[in-house]
Every structure is written in structure tokens, then in C-alpha cells.
Nanobody, 121 residues
Framework: QVELVESGGGLVQPGGSLRLSCAAS????????MGWYRQAPGKQRELVAS???????NYADSVKGRFTISRDNAKNTVYLQMDSAKPEETGVYYC???????????????WGQGTQVTVSS
């Protein structure tokens, strides 16, 4: 069993900064791509940023230059540094990771429970 636990969400003023963390635990042999997704009220979940095990990154166009995704492979943890936050970035942020539980098993996607981020004055 694999569990992803997010932390760091909360209220931030427009233009402010917030740092999200997501730690994977449980039966883990290897982790591939890790990512952050956002779901705003009434909208579909969308990719914000992702990072490979080799630290290649990918960002949604709307956050390029303001958000930074990083990971600590030794801790099975991924981070999202949010700078110059905008009100339209309010939503529930979910962590996703492709995890292989055993050496011979294929990686499967796992999701965290989500953490609320509210950008408002």
C-alpha cells in the first residue's frame, strides 16, 4: 500500500508565496514522475507541474516563471514553490506519483487527498 500526504496549503494573499509538500510512504520500490494538479471549483483537475526521477520538469504555461517543482528522491517527497500567486490559482492541489511497489511490478499512479490553496486578500 502506498500513501501520498500533502501539506502546506492555506490562505495566501495575491502576489504572495506558498510551499506545498507531498511525501510518499508505504511499500515503495521506485517512483517515476511526480506531479501537482489543481482542481478549481466547478472545473476539471489540471496539471500544474511535473518532475521526472531525473529532475526534468514540465509546467503549465500559466505558472511558468512563478512556480517551481522539485523533489527529494531520498525522502520520496515532491515540492511546489508557488510565488506571485494569483486568485485564479485557488483550488485543491493534488499530488500524483507513479509508484512501483516491487522491483518486478509496473508503476501505477497514486493520488494524495488534496490540500486547499486559497489566494485572496
Amino acid at each position: 500500500q502506498v500513501e501520498l500526504v500533502e501539506s502546506g496549503g492555506g490562505l495566501v494573499q495575491p502576489g504572495g508565496s506558498l510551499r506545498l509538500s507531498c511525501a510518499a510512504s508505504g511499500r515503495i520500490d521506485s517512483i517515476g514522475v511526480m506531479g501537482w494538479y489543481r482542481q478549481a471549483p466547478g472545473k476539471q483537475r489540471e496539471l500544474v507541474a511535473s518532475i521526472t526521477s531525473g529532475s526534468d520538469t514540465n509546467y503549465a504555461d500559466s505558472v511558468k516563471g512563478r512556480f517551481t517543482i522539485s523533489r527529494d528522491n531520498a525522502k520520496n517527497t515532491v515540492y511546489l514553490q508557488m510565488d506571485s500567486a494569483k486568485p485564479e490559482e485557488t483550488g485543491v492541489y493534488y499530488c500524483n506519483a507513479e509508484v512501483a511497489e516491487y522491483f518486478f511490478s509496473r508503476r501505477r499512479p497514486y493520488w494524495g487527498q488534496g490540500t486547499q490553496v486559497t489566494v485572496s486578500s
